[in-house]
């Protein structure tokens, strides 16, 4: 069984385009995030939620917009897309009671935006 | 701001020797954790070790340990007995307060037979 996994791995589309990845954890975590690698190979932040309520917002055009419907599950939505958007993007959770930042990652995004 | 640094982009060792991926970080807090994550060519980050800062013992993982040292705000990870699936690139990571991982640029480690 897969513990977090995020569809789809692999996404091709057009600038201005919106498009959507969902994510889900199978690890009764209560904390889920993104992370954005760019093609350097650079991870950073973008959000992070914590039984569905925004804990982290780094600095991210708002175009990217997380929803948590439930725990279990953190779907990234992002809006008439740029070309710097293309990365992977990483789902990955962890348990909030711990503080110690164990992540638990999925196997990454690749978007590529033409 | 917390960062960290990894100042070897690449790195390399023969199947069966020992490397050193070195890491450096800033902070002013006094509790905090720092990480090693490997990406192998699947993508997928796995955690490889971790070291809680209040521990002065170095962690250890089979042929993983970290030589932490606080005061010079150094965390490395040595690998002894290289082996073939070693190979990948491997990021640093503290974290403070939240849950927040600051990682570091990466170094990717090459593994010759």
């Known amino acids: 069984d897969t513990a977090v996994s995020q569809t789809p791995k692999y996404l091709v589309t057009q600038m201005g385009n919106d498009k959507s990845i969902k994510c889900e954890q199978n690890l009764g975590h209560d904390t889920m995030y993104w992370y954005k690698q760019d093609s350097k190979k650079f991870l950073k932040i973008m959000f992070s939620y914590n039984n569905k309520e925004l804990i982290i917002n780094e600095t991210v055009p708002n175009r990217f917009s997380p929803k948590s419907p439930d725990k279990a599950h953190l779907n990234l939505h992002i809006n008439s897309l740029e070309l710097g958007d293309s990365a992977v993007y990483f789902c990955?959770?962890?348990?909030?009671?711990?503080?110690?930042?164990?992540?638990?990652f999925g196997e990454g995004s690749r978007l590529t935006v033409l | 701001a917390q960062t960290v640094t990894q100042s070897q982009p690449e790195m390399s060792v023969q199947e069966a020797e020992t490397v050193t991926l070195s890491c450096t970080y800033d902070?002013?807090?006094?509790?905090?954790?720092l990480f090693w994550y490997k990406q192998p060519p699947s993508r997928q980050m796995i955690l490889v070790i971790r070291?809680?800062?209040?521990?002065?013992q170095n962690a250890t993982e089979n042929r993983f340990s970290v030589n932490f040292q606080k005061a010079a705000k150094s965390f490395s990870l040595k690998i002894s007995d290289s082996q073939l699936g070693d190979a990948a690139m491997y990021f640093c990571?503290?974290?403070?307060?939240?849950?927040?991982?600051?990682f570091g640029t990466g170094t990717r480690l090459q593994v010759f037979p």
């Open positions: 990571a503290s974290c403070y307060n939240t849950d927040k991982l600051i």
């Open positions: 990955a959770s962890s348990e909030w009671d711990r503080a110690a930042g164990e992540l638990f």
């Open positions: 902070t002013s807090e006094s509790d905090y954790y």
């Open positions: 070291q809680e800062a209040y521990k002065q």
